[in-house]
């Protein structure tokens, strides 16, 4: 029966990756861990045909040498004075006599940046954006637009999973690793994928320790506590395969890493960059019960389920437009409670929407459908809010039907995600259009459903 599914499931994916066009990095890049200084030498090939709809995203703290053309060209662009952001990034425009370069399939750019270090020290906080050196190791997630990404004005999509062969040079540093590949010894190595993915770094001076399923960089754990640790995330990996019918074989690459911001004890910071799971905070071998086989703290286990759900509403659906945070974190920590409820109980569950009911008792959010602007869903919103939203459309049409409409949404091939798109996956999945009214009336238009929520 699963494997029917499976094989259902292979023709939708492979379509997938055959429509899409990702842009192909080549080069260099240069690393101190010393002085933060990060060089970049970079061929973009086989960038989709976009027009003149598309900007280049490049960290604000990266300065460009120059832009060159497939012939190798100079040429001259827009965003050097006066630039607009973009999230982390500056935006870039090639010109040709003051005109947008149309279609421009090849581009040669070149770059420098420092970043601050903070051994010892800190900033007021630490995000997926920032490109994080500690003393120790370097930190760069492709939020953080370390390499240029090409952004498609018309699809408002940033592509940030690329395919790459590299090379990183970082004299001081004993390990690196590069999203996609498997962690090499430095001070030089190659990397290359031929899967679209995006290359988040880890560069530095820690321990690279393996299981069969898994890849654990910078911990200090014990044969015992590996397995545990690999047991825990493929009791997830497995219930999502079940619950949404996508395979979810690759290994998983687990990062222990210190933030750049203070953590006070007991305080845990994960994030993912598909199949890489990165955790400041703490000391994993600590977290990890040997002799019940299992973690100490339960909280660890939602914790974990929602970075790897992020496989699915992230990697497999990459959100875009209005609802972006709805449908990368609602979706992501609503499957996170889904698993622990799994494996805990309904007692789980329930306390949950408990607790976030009482905490939002007098929060009041501008309805999804009303969502003009992407950051209206803030912190507290997606991460709090929104999971009680599908909480809401699982007590009208049951769990089922929910994750029916969850894996209509991941069959959706490079869709907008925007309020249209919620409603249109939702009849799509079976969902009749009176079901969608009463859903949309109740726990959509509501600024607040914790009154409705049942626990
Ligand atoms: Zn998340």
């Known amino acids: 029966m699963v494997k029917k599914l499976v094989l259902a499931v292979l023709p939708i994916l492979f379509s997938y990756f055959v429509v899409a066009q990702n842009p192909h990095l080549s080069g260099t890049v240069n690393v101190d861990l010393q002085t933060g200084q990060i060089t970049c030498d970079f061929n973009l090939t086989n960038i989709p045909d976009l027009g003149k709809e598309y900007q280049i995203l490049l960290n604000k703290g990266f300065n460009i040498k120059h832009l060159k053309n497939a012939k190798g060209e100079m040429i001259a662009y827009d965003g050097f004075y006066n630039g607009k952001m973009r999230g982390e990034g500056l935006t870039y425009l090639p010109k040709n006599e003051d005109k947008v370069i149309e279609n421009p399939k090849q581009l040669e750019i070149n770059y420098t940046g420092a970043f601050p270090i903070y051994a010892n020290e800190y900033n007021f906080t630490d995000f997926k954006g920032l490109i994080a050196f500690n003393g120790k190791t370097l930190r760069a997630a492709e939020q953080s637009k370390w390499y240029p990404i090409i952004y498609d004005v018309k699809?408002?999509?940033?592509?940030?999973?690329?395919?790459?062969?590299?090379?990183?040079?970082?004299?001081?540093?004993?390990?690196?690793?590069?999203?996609?590949?498997?962690?090499?010894?430095?001070?030089?190595?190659?990397?290359?994928?031929?899967?679209?993915?995006?290359?988040?770094?880890?560069?530095?001076?820690?321990?690279?320790?393996?299981?069969?399923?898994?890849?654990?960089?910078?911990?200090?754990?014990?044969?015992?506590?590996?397995?545990?640790?690999?047991?825990?995330?493929?009791?997830?990996?497995?219930?999502?395969?079940?619950?949404?019918?996508?395979?979810?074989?690759?290994?998983?690459?687990?990062?222990?890493?210190?933030?750049?911001?203070?953590?006070?004890?007991?305080?845990?910071?994960?994030?993912?960059?598909?199949?890489?799971?990165?955790?400041?905070?703490?000391?994993?071998?600590?977290?990890?019960?040997?002799?019940?086989?299992?973690?100490?703290?339960?909280?660890?286990?939602?914790?974990?389920?929602?970075?790897?759900?992020?496989?699915?509403?992230?990697?497999?659906?990459?959100?875009?437009?209005?609802?972006?945070?709805?449908?990368?974190?609602?979706?992501?920590?609503?499957?996170?409670?889904?698993?622990?409820?799994?494996?805990?109980?309904?007692?789980?569950?329930?306390?949950?929407?408990?607790?976030?009911?009482?905490?939002?008792?007098?929060?009041?959010?501008?309805?999804?459908?009303?969502?003009?602007?992407?950051?209206?869903?803030?912190?507290?919103?997606?991460?709090?809010?929104?999971?009680?939203?599908?909480?809401g459309l699982e007590q009208m049409i049951g769990e089922k039907r929910t994750f029916e409409f969850l894996k209509a949404c991941l069959k959706a091939k490079s869709k907008t995600t925007d309020y249209a798109f919620f409603k249109d996956q939702a009849l799509l999945s079976g969902i009749t259009e009176a079901e969608w009214i009463a859903f949309e009336k109740q726990f959509i238009e509501s600024e607040n459903v914790t009154d409705l929520i049942k626990y």
């Open 155 to 391: 699809k408002d999509q940033l592509l940030e999973q690329v395919t790459y062969e590299i090379t990183i040079k970082c004299s001081n540093a004993a390990q690196i690793f590069v999203n996609g590949d498997q962690p090499k010894p430095g001070p030089e190595a190659k990397f290359k994928s031929d899967v679209a993915i995006a290359p988040l770094l880890f560069i530095g001076n820690y321990k690279v320790q393996q299981t069969s399923n898994a890849l654990f960089l910078n911990t200090d754990m014990n044969k015992a506590q590996l397995a545990v640790f690999e047991m825990e995330i493929a009791e997830m990996k497995a219930y999502y395969q079940k619950k949404l019918g996508i395979p979810y074989h690759t290994k998983n690459v687990i990062i222990e890493h210190t933030a750049v911001e203070k953590f006070n004890k007991g305080r845990i910071w994960g994030f993912a960059t598909y199949p890489t799971i990165a955790i400041a905070g703490g000391n994993l071998a600590e977290t990890v019960d040997e002799v019940n086989k299992k973690f100490k703290d339960s909280t660890d286990y939602p914790f974990y389920a929602h970075e790897v759900a992020h496989y699915y509403f992230g990697n497999v659906l990459q959100p875009n437009s209005t609802l972006f945070w709805f449908f990368l974190e609602s979706t992501a920590e609503y499957l996170s409670v889904k698993a622990t409820e799994a494996k805990f109980g309904k007692i789980y569950s329930n306390a949950y929407f408990k607790n976030a009911c009482l905490n939002l008792k007098n929060f009041k959010v501008v309805p999804l459908n009303k969502i003009t602007e992407i950051n209206q869903i803030g912190g507290t919103y997606r991460y709090n809010y929104g999971p009680l939203i599908l909480r």
